[in-house]
């Protein structure tokens, strides 16, 4: 079992940034990946970036060139830093982590943390 925690969502005015954590309570080292989705007002939920093992992202298109996410392994941390946001950016953001073994896959997802862009 993993228990994921974000903080940082808050209010921004647009061009501003944001940096989000998402703590785990165990060793996130070996997890198959760990990422961010998003939820806007009346819409799907959507990818926004993910870090494998090896440290392979896979960024939104929306996204690329503002966003970044890093791991700090020796933390058990993932972070998102959000720069250049947009009001379209509003969401709330949840941090995702994957753990495989021999048998199946486990999906953990955090509470997610709002995220609120003015224009």
């Known amino acids: 079992q993993v228990q994921l925690v974000e903080s940082g969502g808050g209010w921004v005015q647009a061009g501003g940034s944001l940096r989000l954590s998402c703590a785990a309570s165990?060793?996130?080292?070996?997890?198959?990946?760990m990422g961010w989705y998003r939820q806007a007002p009346g819409k799907q939920s959507e990818l926004v970036v993910t870090?494998?093992?090896?440290?392979?992202?896979n960024y939104a298109d929306s996204v690329k060139g503002r966003f970044t996410i890093s791991r700090d392994n020796a933390k058990n941390t993932v972070y998102l830093q959000m720069n250049s946001l947009k009001p379209e950016d509003t969401a709330v953001y949840y941090c995702?982590?994957?753990?495989?073994?021999?048998?199946?896959?486990?999906?953990?997802w955090g509470q997610g943390t709002q995220v609120t862009v003015s224009s």
């Open positions: 995702n982590a994957v753990v495989q073994t021999m048998r199946t896959t486990f999906n953990y």
């Open positions: 165990r060793s996130i080292f070996s997890f198959k990946s």
């Open positions: 870090v494998m093992t090896a440290d392979s992202t």
